[in-house]
């Protein structure tokens, strides 16, 4: 009879995660800077109340934050190759359908949907800034875009950077689902690696420590970020 629990199955079976952790944190990166433009951008234009495009905006957050993530993921799967595919249709191009990655449908759901929650994080953190930041830039000839760069948006990363910190790490978990759109990550090799063995208790044991220890870096990489943002806490009107 087998044991009950193998740590020494559990031992050998870590450099096999560990060599699919870029792919998993590539992923991260790359949903979580294209999440970051996407949240930016839809906070911009909520926070000067830009006509139609803010109702867009609105629906566009409200459907993101309703939604499970898993099921974004999937309509993004098997939506974007029919959508192509009408594209095809109604223009008479040629666009490959077949050749997409899926770890594009991946990137490209999850951008969207924590870009969504990061959309409501810098809202709240340019609302934070005082008004009056504004009417002190106008006052020495600034533009808005000026008085954007140089002293709004500074301050309120300051106070973004904790949330937006939260829901990056949200994002490396949440990164555990692409396996579900055939995406080869940690935890689709565990699913591998589980059904090799049998040894599904010691595989996500291991996969749990990982990423416990990715969120534990992650967590001090934003700890050093808001300590190098505070300088901004009373803005400047300086370059």
Not at 143 to 169: D, E, K, S, Y
């Amino acid at each position: 009879m087998g044991k009950a629990f193998d740590l020494d199955f559990m031992i050998s079976a870590i450099p096999e995660f560990l060599y699919y952790l870029p792919v998993t944190l590539g992923i991260a990166f790359a949903a979580g800077v294209l999440a970051l433009c996407i949240g930016f951008t839809v906070a911009l234009i909520r926070y000067f109340n830009v006509p139609v495009l803010k109702k867009i905006c609105i629906v566009y957050v409200s459907f993101a934050r309703g939604t499970p993530c898993l099921v974004q993921l999937l309509l993004a799967y098997y939506g974007i190759p029919i959508f192509l595919k009408s594209l095809n249709a109604y223009l008479g191009t040629n666009i490959s359908v077949n050749g997409i990655p899926a770890t594009v449908f991946a990137i490209t759901a999850l951008s969207l949907n924590i870009g969504a929650f990061m959309s409501e994080t810098l809202r709240s953190s340019l609302l934070s800034v005082d008004k009056g930041q504004f009417e002190a830039c106008y006052s020495v000839n600034m533009t808005t875009f000026q008085a954007l760069r140089r002293i709004v948006i500074p301050q309120a990363f300051t106070v973004a950077i904790p949330p937006l910190g939260n829901t990056f790490i949200s994002l490396v978990k949440d990164t555990s689902l692409i396996f579900s759109i055939s995406v080869v990550e940690m935890m689709a090799v565990a699913k591998i690696v589980g059904g090799r063995s049998f040894r599904f208790f010691e595989v996500y044991i291991v996969v749990a420590l990982i990423y416990w220890l990715v969120c534990i870096l992650l967590e001090r990489v934003v700890v050093i970020a808001e300590k190098k943002f505070r300088k901004y806490q009373a803005g400047t009107c300086n370059d």
